[in-house]
């Protein structure tokens, strides 16, 4: 089945930086439009950004200008790369996969920030 494995969560200090990977297995990765997402306990999971099948990319205010979406077609992977980190940005972080008539998600990873 269908597998997204996300990787590269952690401990970080205020003002660090992590960079999150998520390899996607058995789908046509190149069609499909990825997102990273979080979820903070006791909140509901937001759209951190998100990269089209073509490579645009949207980015959620709080988190424009210090993180950045990319993809690598080849190996089937989408990154998220975390500057300036904040404890705000604490939250469990999760890739997912949508095309037209699918919907897919990882198990996530968690990024905590804390000094």
């Known amino acids: 089945q269908v597998q997204l494995v996300e990787s590269g969560g952690g401990l970080v200090q205020p003002g660090g930086s992590l960079r999150l990977s998520c390899a996607a297995s058995?789908?046509?990765?190149?069609?499909?439009?990825m997102a990273w997402y979080r979820q903070a306990p006791g909140k509901q999971r937001e759209l951190v950004a998100g990269?089209?099948?073509?490579?645009?990319?949207a980015y959620v205010d709080s988190v424009k200008g210090r993180f950045t979406i990319s993809r690598d077609n080849a190996q089937n992977r989408v990154y998220l790369q975390m500057n300036s980190l904040k404890p705000e940005d604490t939250a469990v972080y999760y890739c997912?996969?949508?095309?037209?008539?699918?919907?897919?998600w990882g198990q996530g990873t968690q990024v905590t920030v804390s000094s």
């Open positions: 997912n996969a949508q095309s037209r008539v699918n919907n897919y």
């Open positions: 990269i089209e099948s073509g490579g645009r990319t």
């Open positions: 058995r789908i046509m990765f190149i069609i499909y439009n």
